[in-house]
């Protein structure tokens, strides 16, 4: 019984001490849901979670990333992720979805910029997750597209990471056949592509 009484008080102190862990939230589309992998502990979200347990840091990592969701369906759901996980740090992956239907450019950059906001209000620092979209879309809109991440973290004086998908998006060994999607393979290269970013705000 004494035991038993140990191992319950063990628990929920194992409990208490996640649920006390700043959070870090992954708000993001399908890249960062792990689409198409088969199991979701292969995505680059739950390996970035590894990696901080393995270098000393006490984050708890929330994945609220939607397959098919763009930063206007972000926008709208910000705010009760923001009141429900109370996160250190918001790391903001939208916009690839806004590119592939064409939408325009303007709206998605103040949609971003809202996010922003709404995180920094709530106390977050905010990591912005660039994205490309390839050159079929024309020349005008693709440039305009490109454009928005460094002019966003410029203006709004936040991190970011140029292009999410550098050095895997072109790599047919990194990618699903659907062209858009990193397969497993790709998921540690891209969380190489954020942990140069992220490193320097987090804290121990």
């Given at each position: 019984m ?41 995505g ?78 709530a ?16 020349p ?12 966003l973290?410029?203006d ?49």
């Amino acid at each position: 019984m004494k035991r038993l009484v140990v191992l319950l008080m063990l628990a929920l102190a194992a409990v208490s001490a996640n649920a006390a862990a700043p959070v870090i939230l992954v708000f993001g589309d399908s890249i960062s849901a792990g689409y198409g992998l088969p199991h979701v502990e292969q995505g680059w979200v739950a390996l970035l979670q590894a990696r901080l347990g393995d270098q000393g840091y006490g984050y708890r990592v929330v994945n609220a990333s939607v397959s098919g969701e763009t930063t206007a369906g972000g926008l709208a759901r910000l705010p009760r992720a923001l009141d429900v996980h109370h996160p250190a740090i918001v790391m903001l992956e939208l916009g690839g979805n806004d590119g592939l239907r064409a939408l325009p450019v303007e709206q998605m950059r103040d949609n971003l910029s809202r996010m922003v906001g709404l995180a920094e209000a709530a106390g977050a620092k905010v990591l912005l997750l660039g994205m490309r979209i390839p050159p079929n879309y024309g020349p005008q809109y693709t440039a305009q597209f490109n454009r928005v991440f460094s002019s966003l973290a410029r203006d709004r004086r936040v991190p970011y990471v140029p292009f999410l998908l550098n050095e895997v998006a072109l790599s047919s060994d990194l990618m699903q056949p659907d062209g858009i999607h990193p397969n497993q393979a790709g998921q540690p290269r891209l969380l190489d592509n954020v942990w140069p970013v992220l490193r320097p705000l987090l804290r121990r």
